[in-house]
């Protein structure tokens, strides 16, 4: 076993049976998914947080809230936005909140928790695409 692999914690095939899991049920397909409907469910000032322990689902969190607060895809060129779509909040953590290290002390499985939250506004939702960039 290479080096690299030995000092992870846990044992090394861990991380192939999570990948079989998360492909098997399409957790990342049902996450994406329940974001939409989950942030077009709140009402203004309403706010959702996410626990993410997993870095795929992490960035399509990520990637859903930054979407929600800028949907514009219009291209970098133009001087002002012509696509017409409106923001639907805001993002309240620019950085996801991490446990503490006291807390992993205490709790050995929170040390890849990652939180994150979103604030909705009064815009209205016209459904939304998130990609996994």
């Given at each position: 076993i290479p080096m690299k692999f030995q000092k992870m914690e846990g044992h090394p095939s861990?991380?192939?049976f999570q990948a079989l899991r998360i492909e098997l049920n399409g957790e990342l397909r049902v996450l994406r998914d329940a974001l939409s409907s989950m942030i077009g469910s709140l009402k203004p000032g309403g706010r959702i947080a996410i626990i993410t322990f997993h870095s795929l689902e992490d960035r399509i969190v990520k990637n859903?809230?930054?979407t929600a607060e800028n949907p514009c895809i219009c291209p970098p060129q133009l001087p002002?936005?012509?696509c017409g779509r409106k923001s639907l909040g805001k993002v309240i953590t620019r950085k996801p909140i991490i446990p503490s290290e006291e807390?992993?002390?205490?709790?050995?499985r929170s040390r890849s928790a990652k939180l994150?939250?979103?604030e909705r506004?009064?815009?209205?939702?016209?459904g939304l695409e998130i990609d996994f960039k």
């Open positions: 861990k991380r192939t859903a809230f930054r002002q936005c012509v807390e992993m002390q205490e709790n050995s994150r939250v979103f506004n009064d815009q209205k939702y016209n």
